[in-house]
């Protein structure tokens, strides 16, 4: 043999293969994610490396990075081109994630364990809705989120029982 010929896949294999419908492997293809590499008929064939960045986007996606970010990643040819001061970036969102999310995990557990006749009688439960109105459990970025949830914090001396 001269060279090994790279099988193609068509939508329908990468779709049963990756667990993305066509419609997104479309919308990736549109977006200029990913490409195919012809046709066979009407349906669109793909080289099996897709399946690869294809992975490469769903770990981008769960972690929390847009199309836009994902994109950026690969260099015109296709190849992975991963800034890595974006991917410490991203951990450090993640880092404020987790903290936020770790605070109210522990308002709930104190709330649904909390002995006071009334929620509005706990002083923890008053520090929750102080840290709820300075935006500390809110998802878009600003306030006093930070401030907010370290008064939260066990590590303060002042977290939640």
């Known amino acids: ?6 099988a193609s896949l068509d939508i329908a294999e990468v779709s049963r293969r990756s667990g993305l ?3 997104t492997l479309r919308y990736y293809e549109d ?3 990913i490409a195919s590499t012809g046709r066979r008929g009407l349906r669109r064939l793909f080289d099996a490396a897709v399946l690869q960045h294809l992975a490469l986007i769903a770990l981008g996606r769960a972690a929390g990075f847009s199309l836009d970010e994902i994109g950026a990643m690969f260099a ?3 190849s992975p081109r991963i800034d890595r001061s974006q991917l410490a970036a991203k951990a450090d969102e993640l880092d404020g994630t987790i903290r936020r999310l770790s605070a109210m995990r522990d308002g709930l ?8 006749p009334s929620h509005m009688e706990c002083p923890t439960f008053q520090r929750i809705l102080g840290a709820a109105a300075a935006g500390a459990f809110a998802d878009q970025p ?4 930070r401030r907010a949830i370290a008064t939260l914090s066990p590590r303060r001396g002042r977290g939640i029982p």
């Open 1 to 6: 043999m001269t060279g090994a010929r790279i």
């Open 76 to 78: 015109s040819d296709g």
């Open 109 to 116: 557990r104190h709330a649904a364990a909390c002995r006071a």
């Open 31 to 33: 977006r200029r994610l």
């Open 142 to 145: 600003g306030g006093g989120r």
């Open 21 to 23: 419908p066509a419609s």
